[in-house]
């Protein structure tokens, strides 16, 4: 699971915690949040193209994110909605699978899990095109979303269903 909110305990992380006691009834999960990692944006450079290994010409933490995804046969990306986007950390993790070492990563499972403050109906719409995109493009299963309006402040998530519906998606798998 990639986790995509720094604010620890969060709601993004509270549901992610709930996704992943569901799962781990039957699978092995390991949560990997952006906050603990030092990742870059890519350059556009396309080096890793030509690199030996597809290794990146930035020297940080994207490569031990690489080695999980290269462990993972499902992927479920939890984010907090900022300006109808995931977080500026997920994305510049996301943008850096831009490589041709993703054909290493044996995943075949997508999974979505946001957390917004707005109430708006259409708040998930851009991100979700783009998740429908991927799913496509790479042709992966889609397991589902879990998405939440209305949440701002810390623990918000715990006044509804999010948590369960987090749980029974993973449970789902």
């Known amino acids: 699971m990639l986790v995509g909110s720094v604010r620890r305990e969060g709601n993004t992380e509270l549901l992610a915690k709930a996704f992943a006691e569901g799962a781990g009834k039957r699978h092995e999960v ?99 095109a783009q998740y429908r995109m991927v799913l496509r493009f790479f042709g992966l299963e889609d397991i589902g979303c879990v998405l939440m309006r209305g949440a701002k402040e810390k623990g918000d998530v715990l006044q509804g269903d999010g948590p369960k519906q987090a749980y029974d998606l993973g449970n789902g798998l």
């Open 30 to 128: 390991e949560l990997v949040s952006v906050a603990d990692y030092s990742i870059h944006p890519c350059l556009g450079c396309n080096r890793c193209y030509s690199a030996e290994g597809n290794r990146c010409v930035q020297q940080d933490d994207m490569e031990k994110i690489y080695e999980k995804l290269k462990g993972a046969d499902t992927l479920v990306i939890a984010s907090p909605v900022y300006f109808y986007g995931v977080s500026a950390q997920l994305k510049a993790l996301i943008d850096r699978l831009h490589t041709p070492m993703r054909k290493q990563f044996p995943i075949r499972r997508l999974g979505l899990i946001l957390v917004g403050a707005a109430e708006l109906p259409d708040l998930f719409d851009p991100i979700l």
